[in-house]
């Protein structure tokens, strides 16, 4: 297979500075799509991988799962998308294609090869996977999304995992009219969770450290912003929920948290923290209490959250930075100091 070299920006090893260099992609084949890449999202999870804290990764790794472009090439047999579209990448690119999970759509959990995430990963072809902090990526058509018009490009990256993220359990358990959710953490995921779960017609509240951001958080559309570092918080709440969705990339003590569902209440994990965490087996069973969780959405599901952000209006608060302050950038999401969502300027590469 050929290839051509496009610049990017790499940890080269475990916990090091991100700094500019060059990836190899694929001369696209029949049902690749070329994407020239104009924003790429700095998610959680892209400092979790580059420190390692999922175990050991591939270095140099370029992150990058919340790509938004515009198709500049496509294989001869390409039907799903032209040159000039613009289009979207989230956290895989492929997949077994054919176990139960990825003919209903929900590829994220193939149960076949597993699926082949954007970086940090190895392709179907047995090559490691480089992802959108870079020009350019060559992903098989099946597994780009389009990007509704009504959204803008930087607005739309963190859509493909930040929105799809919080978009399917909301949809799996049924927030709506009538039901109460709980948003723990108003960072990245949460801010998205916030407008999706107003969009769908439920009652929110935002759970975060501090007051902090109480003004945005209700701004964004939330009904209630408490701070989870006032222990009336607990009480006045105990009891309250329907669904709450926890985005914390920290370890949190999940027992408190579960004592604000109703009877019947399920509480989802989305952060990925790297310790386990500790439950009490009276915090679930005396009230018929689940802990689940959620890992972003498969394809069709992730086509639907765009078309339903572009009905709403919907697209996540950033913060537009050029190549040269990811490592800046990193520090200020480990500190809580994101408002809402870092994207990097691919034409700064
Ligand atoms: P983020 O922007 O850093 O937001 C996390 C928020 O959690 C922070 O803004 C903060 O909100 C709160 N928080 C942070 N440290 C905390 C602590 N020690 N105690 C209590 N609250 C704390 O991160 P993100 O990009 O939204 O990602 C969040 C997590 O989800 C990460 O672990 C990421 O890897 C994971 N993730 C999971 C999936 C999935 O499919 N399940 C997909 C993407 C990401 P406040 O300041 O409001 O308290
Ligand atoms: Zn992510």
Known sequence: MTH??????????????????????R???AHDVLIDIRYSGICHSDIHQVNAEWGVGTFPM?????????????????????????????????????????RTGL??????????????????DGEPTYGGYSTHVVVDENYVLRIPGAVPLDAAAPLLCAGITLYSPLVHWGAGPGTKVAVVGLGGLGHLGVKLARAKGAEVTVLSQSLRKQEDGLR??????????????????????????NTV????????????????????????????????????????????????????????MLD?????GIGAEIEVIRADEINEAYARVLASDVRYRFVIDTSTI
Do not use: W
């Not at 940890?11 to 500019?20: C, M, Q, R, T, V």
């Not at 959990?109 to 699926?115: A, E, K, N, R």
């Not at 949190?252 to 579960?258: C, R």
């Open 249 to 304: 990339s920290a370890d949190l003590d999940l027992g408190a948290y579960l004592s604000l569902l109703r009877t019947d209440g399920t509480l989802v994990q989305i952060g990925a923290p790297e310790k386990p965490a500790v439950l009490a087996a009276f915090s679930l069973i005396g009230g018929r209490k689940s802990v689940a969780g959620s890992m972003i959405g498969g394809i069709p599901e992730t086509q639907e």
């Open 107 to 124: 590829e994220q959990y193939c149960t076949g090869s597993g699926m082949v995430g954007t970086y940090n990963s190895v392709g179907r």
């Open 4 to 25: 051509t070299t496009v610049s990017a920006y790499a940890a080269p090893s475990p916990k090091a500075p991100l700094e500019k260099t060059t990836v190899p992609r």
């Open 62 to 102: 370029v992150p990058g799962h919340e790509i938004a472009g515009v198709v500049a090439e496509v294989g001869p047999e390409v039907t799903r998308h032209a040159v000039g579209d613009r289009v979207g990448v989230g956290c895989f690119v492929d997949s077994c294609r054919t176990c139960e999970n990825c």
């Open 27 to 29: 001369v696209p084949g």
């Open 308 to 312: 339903f952000c572009a009905e709403h």
């Open 220 to 245: 964004l559309g939330a009904d209630h912003y408490r701070a989870t570092s006032d222990p009336s918080t607990f009480t006045e709440l105990a009891g309250t929920f329907d669904l709450i969705l």
